[in-house]
Nanobody
Framework: VQLQASGGGSVQAGGSLRLSCAAS????????MAWFRQVPGKEREFVGV????????YYRDSVKGRFTISRDNAKNTVYLQMNSLEPEDTAVYYC?????????????????????WGQGTLVTVSS
């Protein structure tokens, strides 16, 4: 499975961007899909996740109410709508996908352990 992230760019604080992550290859084997971000010199951090059916989503506290993850399984694509962007959101954003379903629950179930990764797209938010 290959993941291709796109949609990054530069925006002023308070603006919006929508990232996309398109899956190709054996996409029938993907399950939950997540977004992570990384600032140079810092560890990669979990942003949010959506289950295959779309009925489960989790977000890190700092993006709750501002970011929304959705997916279109017919297009094998997951989206990250980012509103009210802040300079602290500046990072390279990566999408990731599970190869297998998870049998756990709660926020901690989803923050690591993904099998497939995209190449990243840069988001820059200026003040």
């Amino acid at each position: 499975v290959q993941l291709q992230a796109s949609g990054g760019g530069s925006v002023q604080a308070g603006g919006s961007l929508r990232l996309s992550c398109a899956a190709s290859g054996h996409t029938y084997s993907t399950h939950a899909m997540a977004w992570f971000r990384q600032v140079p010199g810092k560890e990669r951090e979990f942003v949010g996740v959506i289950s295959w059916s779309g009925d489960i989503t989790y977000y890190r506290d700092s993006v709750k109410g501002r970011f929304t993850i959705s997916r279109d399984n017919a297009k094998n694509t997951v989206y990250l709508q980012m509103n009210s962007l802040e300079p602290e959101d500046t990072a390279v954003y990566y999408c990731a996908a599970d190869k297998e379903p998870r049998f756990c629950s709660g926020y901690g179930c989803w923050v690591e352990g993904y099998d497939y990764w995209g190449q990243g797209t840069l988001v820059t938010v200026s003040s």
